[in-house]
């Protein structure tokens, strides 16, 4: 059985025959080297020193077919579409729903038509909307 | 002749949009920015500013083991970013999503935004900038006697686990934790409990140890158990890592470069192949995976023998050292393995660096 001749390598030099010795410091640093990528890696991939997670179902990956330049938001019995142009703009079109509904974003208000395209002054999409119907009442769309 | 990237960021400078967009808000530069400087060579500068930011917020919670030399300074971040950059800009990686290509390139072709481009590079868990600093404490560990101790005890608790363990995956990328195999509950202890218990263990073997902290709690990773032995065991004796090790100059002299690559063309094939499994640390069964006729008993014993004599011929008698202490055969091999990293990057792929 080859196993235990081939395993015994990594036990190191065991000052006998300088020549195997050889081989047997050669499989204890490869073994090494081994151990240290891989606690280096698992240390990487647990995250030990990542102080800011991104959120991963925000990026945009080269095999991700999920279209990142759009997205549906739906609450209340509205349905809203907001649109990435290429210029990096945020569009939105009120796509059902009652009409004289208002978005709030921050401290803008951006009164809504439904079929009719409006501008938004986002950086990037929102988890979700709030907006105000014609009764005053605030819905969150996600 | 510019790209659209060159002419959008000239009308403005970096940071402002041409002037037909001038009534919207300013977007993210960073995509324009890298696509100026793969198309027209432009903006390396603006770029280069870009990334040594980020690299320095991402740098920051990382100790002084993760840079070169161990030295965590303004000069080792500075380096960092210079070498972080370098890789995005000429260096193919074959992981996804690069697959084959330079990350700038790839950056530009996939038509990434700039949140993604950060991503990639910096802020993910396995960004281009966290491999860096992975491969700089990597090599450090084998430098350092404390951090070496702690590598060495990480082998032999995943030897431990893999014989008498569970893996419980953890999901795409992240490293499994290890149960106890069989049925039974086991009640969780606190961190520092557990740590108690196992110091006043008769037994401290490692084996005994990582058995007796998995009967206290649900299953951890190999590095937490490792990081929970090194609380338990005694360390070993403290001693300064040096600033540069008399091997890693070894390792850059032409005269020992061409007596390894000298030694590596005469071992036949099945010599190579037992080499490789050596300095990667593989495993018997990627031996044999890698060469069945290294199944036999004989065959290992003669590729030992005819190994460890071409490497004392070739290399050790070249080196020409005075003895002493530091030149034992372990440390040795060590800049020799680097050498038949750099010289046969294909064979020896999966050798960290």
Not at chain 1, 6 to 23: H, K, N, R, T, W
Not at chain 2, 19 to 42: N, R, S, Y
Not at chain 2, 151 to 174: I, S
Request: glycine fraction near 8%; aromatic fraction near 6%.
């Amino acid at each position: 059985m080859s196993r235990s001749t081939y395993e015994s390598l990594f036990d190191g030099p065991q000052g006998g025959d300088p020549a195997e010795d050889m081989v047997r410091a050669l499989a204890l640093a490869g073994r090494l080297r081994r151990s240290a990528y891989e606690l280096a890696t698992d240390e990487m991939m647990e995250g030990t020193w990542v102080e800011e997670v991104a959120d991963e179902s925000e990026m945009r990956l080269a095999a991700d077919d999920r279209s990142l330049t759009e997205r549906t938001y739906a609450g209340g019995g509205y349905t809203i579409v907001v649109q990435r142009t290429l210029e990096g703009v945020h569009v939105a079109q009120q796509l059902s729903g009652p009409s004289g509904a208002t978005l709030r974003l921050a401290d803008k208000w951006i009164p809504l038509e439904p079929g009719v395209s409006v501008e938004l002054p986002l950086d990037g999409m929102p988890d979700l909307l709030v907006l105000m119907d014609l009764k005053g009442r605030e819905i969150s769309l996600r | 002749m510019c790209s659209g990237a060159s002419r959008a960021l000239l009308w403005g400078g970096a940071g402002t949009l041409p002037e037909t967009h001038a009534h919207m808000k300013p977007t993210d530069t960073l995509p324009a920015l890298v696509q100026a400087f793969v198309e027209d060579g432009a903006y390396a500068a603006e770029l280069l500013t870009e990334f040594m930011r980020h690299v320095a917020t991402v740098a920051r919670p990382y100790p002084a083991a993760y840079f070169a030399l161990s030295d965590k300074s303004d000069a080792s971040v500075d380096d960092l970013g210079h070498r972080s950059f370098t890789v995005c800009a000429r260096i193919e990686k074959g992981r996804f999503p690069f697959e084959g290509r330079a990350p700038f390139q790839t950056f530009v072709s996939e038509s990434m935004d700039g949140r993604t481009i950060r991503y990639h590079s910096f802020y993910a868990k396995l960004s281009i900038t966290r491999e860096i600093l992975r491969d700089d404490y990597a090599r450090n560990i084998r430098r350092d006697p404390v951090l070496r101790w702690r590598a060495e005890l990480y082998g032999n608790v995943g030897t431990v686990l893999k014989a008498h363990c569970t893996a419980v995956p953890q999901g795409r990328g992240v490293p499994p934790k290890w149960a106890l195999s069989g049925p039974g509950l086991r009640v969780m202890q606190p961190l520092s409990v557990m740590e108690s218990r196992l110091r006043s263990m008769d037994d401290h073997s490692v084996e005994s140890l990582v058995l007796g902290a998995l009967k206290m709690t649900g299953s951890m990773s190999q590095s937490q158990l490792t990081n929970l032995l090194a609380a338990v065991l005694p360390p070993p004796p403290s001693e300064e890592a040096p600033a540069t090790s008399p091997n890693e100059a070894i390792a850059e002299r032409m005269d020992i470069r061409a007596a390894v690559a000298q030694a590596w063309q005469e071992l036949e094939p099945l010599d190579q192949h037992l080499v490789i499994a050596l300095a990667r640390g593989d495993a018997y069964e990627d031996l044999i995976a890698r060469d069945p006729r290294l199944q036999h008993k004989v065959a290992v014993s003669r590729a030992v023998s005819r190994v460890g004599k071409l490497f004392m011929q070739r290399v050790v008698e070249h080196l020409d050292l005075p003895a002493s202490p530091d030149m034992t055969p372990r440390a040795l091999m060590e800049p020799i393995i680097g050498v038949l990293i750099d010289l046969h990057p294909q064979e020896f792929e999966g050798a960290s660096s």
